[in-house]
């Protein structure tokens, strides 16, 4: 009932909103089957992200990476976006100004149709070559791990480990759209996550409008202007 009335509320906000920023987190793509990191049996609950999200475990065992990165990729090739992502493709199209943000790598926003996503992380369907740097997108299933490049080098995938820069410019494009925004949306992170999780607290020293959506309360969730609990796939098509 609580939720409902703050839905309610939230949905006037965003109907007055010309301009909205979005920034998502492994939570918009749980309900697809793609589990998250921090939360009920998250990769970082079970695994080391030192090992298997960092370039020097990257250097200390390309293989052990690589078994990691493409069994990620097999189950998110297997999944579809649900009605969360698909509910950000609807929003996109209402709105003057749109900016979408995410952590994930998994493409699950390109697939489901939004344009223009700008993302944070990388993109587990593009690999570089350690040598000549080419990047290229492959979804193949690759049987030998780590795979090559045709130049004989070895591949990576083009995802942001820790330690590692943010594509260029990405952080400094995403900061001036949730700046200048109207609204901004907050789904499915952990708000753990620097600089991702940065920009919510200059969404709120901006007097943006920040609408939280998540099952759990974060860090940030008693400053937010909405705090929407409950799963993205139910919550994002209801505040619609
Ligand atoms: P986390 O695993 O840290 O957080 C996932 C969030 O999603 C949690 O707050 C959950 O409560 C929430 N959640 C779970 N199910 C949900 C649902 N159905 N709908 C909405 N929310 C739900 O994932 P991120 O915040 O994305 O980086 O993590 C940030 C970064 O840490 C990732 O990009 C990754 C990871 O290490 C790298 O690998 C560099």
Same mark, same amino acid.
């Given at each position: ?127 570089? &070559?350690?040598? &000549? ?15 090559? &490049?045709? &130049? ?48 919510? *607290? ?12 998540? *099952? ?25």
């Amino acid at each position: 009932m609580l939720v409902t009335t703050q839905i309610q509320q939230a949905r006037k906000v965003l109907l007055h909103a010309r301009s909205i920023a979005v920034l998502t987190g492994a939570g918009v793509s749980a309900e697809s089957g793609i589990p998250t990191f921090r939360t009920n049996g998250g990769y970082w609950q079970t695994h080391r992200f030192e090992d298997l999200a960092t370039p020097e475990g990257f250097a200390r065992n390309p293989k052990l990476v690589w078994e990691f990165y493409e069994e990620r990729r097999r189950a998110m090739a297997a999944a579809k976006p649900n009605a969360g992502h698909l509910a950000l493709v609807e929003l996109e199209k209402r709105v003057r100004t749109f900016t979408l943000v995410t952590q994930n790598i998994d493409g699950l926003h390109d697939a489901a149709g939004s344009r223009n996503v700008n993302k944070l992380h990388g993109d587990i369907w593009i690999v570089r &070559c350690l040598d &000549c740097g080419k990047e290229r997108e492959d979804r193949t299933k690759f049987e030998i791990l780590p795979p090559k &490049c045709e &130049c004989g080098g070895m591949l990576r995938p083009a995802v942001v480990w820790f330690g590692e820069m943010l594509p260029e410019g990405s952080i400094e494009r995403a900061t001036g759209a949730v700046a200048r925004a109207d609204v901004f949306l907050v789904v499915g992170t952990s708000a753990r996550v620097f600089p991702a999780a940065g920009l919510i *607290p200059i969404a709120i020293a901006a007097k943006v409008k920040v609408i939280e959506i998540n *099952p759990e309360v974060t860090d940030f969730s008693s400053e937010v202007d909405f705090m929407l609990k409950g799963p993205s796939a139910e919550i994002l098509p209801a505040l619609l």
